[in-house]
């Protein structure tokens, strides 16, 4: 695709809606300022309603924000409605034209931009090739399987050559392992295309696999944004800890710091581990642990006691007391481990670096 | 918080569709004119006399014997028929739903539910007379009774019923199914009989149903103008009296004020029905039944109720056939062999016969595609998009349906015969072809935006907004994706906006001028006069029209249907 790529901004967006049962007015997304880089692959990740699809059918203009303003590139679009936008989206249900073949699916925007009929077949066609449907185009949408489904509708937004992609939850309708495959795919066409993608999830490992940037929401605010390894390590608040991945939180008062290392009291143990910045003596800060970070052993660490202990195949599961404070562990290759039962009392050990001050 | 931004920004983006606005104007436009504005020149004319607001024209219908007695005549008539068309129909609806059937009983149940649909308003009368009249067939001939009487009130409420339960049975039997199976077996497993299921899980968990059935008949009743017409005799309802003001003693204004209270009946009906009872309906019967319901096979249970209802609709299958066989009688109630085709001859070499058939063709089928296009046109509009004067679309042409066509027609001699409020303005209408296709349009407008709007809320609201995403406008989206997509309810709107208008008489007779014969306007004129063979051999025609646009439409949408195709694979 020759055209030059285009970002997408949000300045100040708001939207609100009214509550159906109360009548009361509420920000379904309140004053969120984003930056979409050109060509990225940015992921809008939360629990449902904290506003990601809102923000998302803002910017393909389905929904008008009620504050700020949108751009695609460096152009405002508030005021254009969807079919004037140079966007293109893909439906968590497909959202295919059922009287319609897959030919005349993938060309219906192509018929409507009035492309000469010959150039449609060949951009058609070549689309189709790309997300591998190449001789299916004369079936009906209903004789596909849910996987080839979702191939037409990305083939539908791709041919039309839009700045921006955008992806409202599309695995969500998959099963499990069709659902991996396709995100691996999505995410090599979107790479081969080298499009702007825009894509909506509460699926935590879809969003770490597809992309560049992550945006968490969380009640219509942007949680945090980064890179997958930036919110996973460096989550800002407990619910971004917890949300991505599974996280413990340790209570702890800080009771020394000398250049990088901080000394906390935990349970009344007392524990060394790295820090970045200023800490405030006396305080008491939340800790992340992740739980593929933390062994059990005979000694060293904090002590606790195991309340459970799970096979899991590739992993032990463990819950262990540490004081009053339950901690999950996962415990990875368990077959030559030495393996804690219930009720066993151990340390909870893990290296300086593996904890997260928030 | 403000949400002055959205909203306008939503505005600007509906204005930046022309074609949209377009249709929204125009649509309000019409609504407004043909469907307020005749109501609200009802209500203004009959309290504003030559000194201003004054109450003096109600008192003066007040003071009429013959309007108060035709209040209470049309509630009597109204309230029995709709408790008797609603145990009727349940009775049918529970049949079918909880009893093993077999093939045979099953066809009568569906010819049941299909003929109140494809048969013209007099026809039970006509076969009422033909059959238990002083000529009938079965009181004088296999009887022996002379002077029984079929014409007054038994005679419209035994009409009316035989008209109006196949209705109850419908809306009856989709609610039925609708009750999770699960419920009565729970019921019946902690020990309950089938009757105790019936009358503590059943019956509580279907009353509000019952009322609905019972106001939606109530109102079909009180609007109803063909059958006490034919079989009133001198009992008069509402409808009729309101009719005879105006032809008879040519008083309007007394009329419209007589409209202007049987429309408040009848609004008032609707109100309870649409606000209270359908939400309590639908709070009762959300759940989708979960699997299939085991059917009664206990013979006790099952062959008394079988055979009365068979019994029933073979009763009610032989009154619709009267009506054709009669017309090939030689003379009514005294000579019935050899049939005889003469009736036929001489309607179309006397009386016209070709005229009536053509007019009232023409006009339905110039109705018919307005009527079932404008219909789809707001469905879409109310389900699909969001603008300001939704709501306001949405109320009216459902409005519509609470109005009788009795009331209606009065409004539109009102408000038209002197142009709008006595201007002149469109006053060239009054009188042509033009407002009859009008009436047509907006008696069965309703019916038509029910079944549409039922048909695109099963259509996923995000197709369109992908056409749309896709760079289609409005129009675009509506010929392209909506249009295909409900095109089988698009056809039987079609179909049943024809036979609507086809079959449309009450607000017709208070409109239709000499220039114009229409064919139900011939029946009502023969059927007064006591010509019923003439008046059979009218209706016939008008059957097989009917019977046979809905057979077209049957046979077009089992070749070209599209959602059909869709429903099995989804």
Redesign the interface.
Known sequence: MEKTKKGVRLEHIS??YQDPKTGK?F?AVHDTSLTIEPGSFVTLLGPSGCGKTTTLRMI????????GEIYLGDEPI???????RD???V???Y?????YNVFDNVA??LK??KVHKDEIKERVMKILDLVELSGMEGRMT??LSGGQQQRV?LA?ALV?EPSVLLFDEPLSNLDAKLRVSMRTEIRRIQQEVGITAIYVTHDQSEAMALSDNIIIMNKGVVAQMGTPQEIYYHPNSEFVADFIGEANFLKGTLTGQSGSMAAFSIEGNSLEVESQGKLEQGKEYTLVLRPESAHLAEEGGLPCKVTLSCFMGSYQNYQVMVGNTLVKLTESNPKNKHIYKVGESCTLKFEPDAVHIL | MARGQGAALDRKKLMADPVMVTTIVLLITFLTLFILYPLAILLVDSFYGEQGVTLDIFKRIFNMPTFTTAITNTLKVGFLVGILSTLIGLLFAYVEVYVRMNRFVGGLFKVVSMLPVVSPPFVLSLSMIMLFGKAGIITRFILGIYDNSVYGYWGIVIVQTLTFFPVCYMMLKGLLKNIDPSLEEAARDMGASRMKVFTSVTFPLLLPGLGNAFLVTFIESIADFANPMIIGGSYDTLATTIYLQITGAYDKAGAAAMAVVLLCITLLMFAVQKYYLEAKTAATLTGKASRGRMLIEDRSVKIPLTILCSLAACFVIMMYLCVPIGSFFPTWGYKFFPLTGKWFGLIFTRYHGLQAFTDSFMLSLIAAPITALLSMIISYLVVKRKFRSKGFIEAVSMLAMAVPGTVLGVGYIRGFASGVFHTGFLQGIYGTGLILIIVFVVRSLPTGTRSGISALQQIDKSIEESAYDMGADSLKVFMTVTLPLIKDSFLSGLVTAFVRSITAISAIILLVTPQFLLITVQINEFAEKGSYSLACAFATILIIITYGAVLLMNLFIKHFGTSRKLKEDN
Do not use: C, V, W
Not at chain 1, 78 to 84: I, R, S
């Open positions: 939207k609100i007015d920000y393909a203009g389905f929904e008008s924000p009620d504050e508030n005021e254009l409605t969807p079919n004037k966007t293109a989206m439906f968590q249900s959202a295919l034209l059922p009287h219906y925007g409507l931009r209903n004789q509708a539908r039309i």
